[in-house]
């Protein structure tokens, strides 16, 4: 996976991912080597890594075989959560103070 930079520019062909726990709150992150920049990636908490979990296994039965349209759908709603979760638990837990203590 390539990324570019948005604070300089780079390309970053495969990023070396980060993990930085405070508690039950997991961030993920990744630094650019060319400026030195933090780009979050997900932050989570125990019960959303559980319901990620379940996504995962989830979504294997899904390629695996035939699953009624109302299994998708379960499966859909189920991913739309988690990332709005992510996306809750990241505004509460912003990473940049965190990289500062360390």
């Not at 390309?11 to 992150?29: A, C, M, N, S």
């Not at 060319?34 to 959303?48: E, I, N, P, Q, R």
């Not at 299994?71 to 103070?97: C, D, G, I, T």
Request: charged letters at 30%.
């Amino acid at each position: 996976m390539e990324i570019i930079c948005d604070g300089c520019g780079a390309v970053l062909p495969q990023p070396e991912w980060k993990t930085l726990r405070t508690g039950d709150i997991e961030h993920t992150y990744f630094v650019c080597d060319s400026c030195g920049a933090a780009f979050s990636v997900s932050v989570t908490d125990g019960k959303l890594r559980k319901r990620i979990e379940d996504y995962t296994k989830l979504a294997a039965r899904i390629k695996k075989g035939h699953c009624s349209e109302q299994f998708h759908r379960k499966v859909q709603r189920l991913k739309e959560e988690n990332v709005m979760r992510s996306r809750e638990l990241a505004k509460l837990h912003p990473l940049a103070p965190l990289l500062l203590q360390e």
